[in-house]
């Protein structure tokens, strides 16, 4: 094994031989934040945890018992380490609709801040590029268009009327070895990187 100074850099740069684009901020401080929140909703509702991202509850107790702050060695810029596992054609159906509520902003809703997120960083990596989009999320190319092609009024409402579990896609078993190798670059970083690229919604490609 080799010693790298940023081994999140240096595994991303793996999948960048694909596109020759560099990480994206707004992906990566995502992922962060999906990382975060796992950690610090573990710590007092491991078993909500549980449920909402297919984790176990031996693996979220590994992961409260790490800092916060380890919690970035383990985001990319290049593809988020969570997907959304639903059926995607009832996301298509929902944004195929025009009668949304177009006053879905004055619905202060803080539990669906996340899957708001998700889905406008979405939008705006799919209105660059549509393909690194199917990459970067883990989702099909019809997806990535009909949200690039969605208003922010209808991704909102997206948010709150369809909700869908997130989930890992990569082998969670992997987790302690990322984290405990973090200062070089292991068969494990190089297996979450095949396993994500291979994985939507945790169904193979």
Do not use: C
Not at 111 to 124: C, G, I, K, T
Not at 146 to 175: E, G, M, P, W
Not at 180 to 203: D, T, Y
């Amino acid at each position: 094994m080799y010693n790298f100074p940023n081994l999140i850099d240096t595994w991303d740069q793996s999948v960048l031989h694909l596109r020759d684009q560099g990480p994206d901020l707004n992906v990566s401080e995502f992922d962060y934040s999906l990382w975060a929140l796992v950690h610090q909703t573990g710590t007092q509702a491991p078993d909500l945890i549980r449920d909402s991202f297919d984790l176990t509850l031996e693996t979220i107790e590994f992961i409260v018992s790490r800092p916060i702050e380890d919690m970035e060695l383990l985001a990319s810029g290049t593809m988020l380490s969570f997907t959304m596992v639903a059926d995607e054609s009832n996301f298509l159906k929902i944004l195929g609709r025009r009668d949304y509520n177009k006053l879905v902003f004055l619905s202060r809703d803080d539990h669906h801040e996340y899957d708001a997120a998700y889905w406008l960083l979405m939008n705006r990596q799919a209105s660059k590029d549509l393909m690194r989009t199917t990459q970067i999320f883990g989702v099909g190319v019809d997806l990535a268009r009909a949200v690039a092609n969605a208003t922010d009024t209808q991704l909102r409402h997206l948010a709150i009327t369809s909700q869908a579990k997130f989930v890992l896609r990569f082998d969670q078993a992997l987790i302690p070895q990322i984290l405990e190798n973090s200062n070089v670059l292991s068969n494990a970083h190089l297996k979450r990187v095949v396993q994500s690229m291979r994985n939507r919604g945790g169904r193979a490609l």
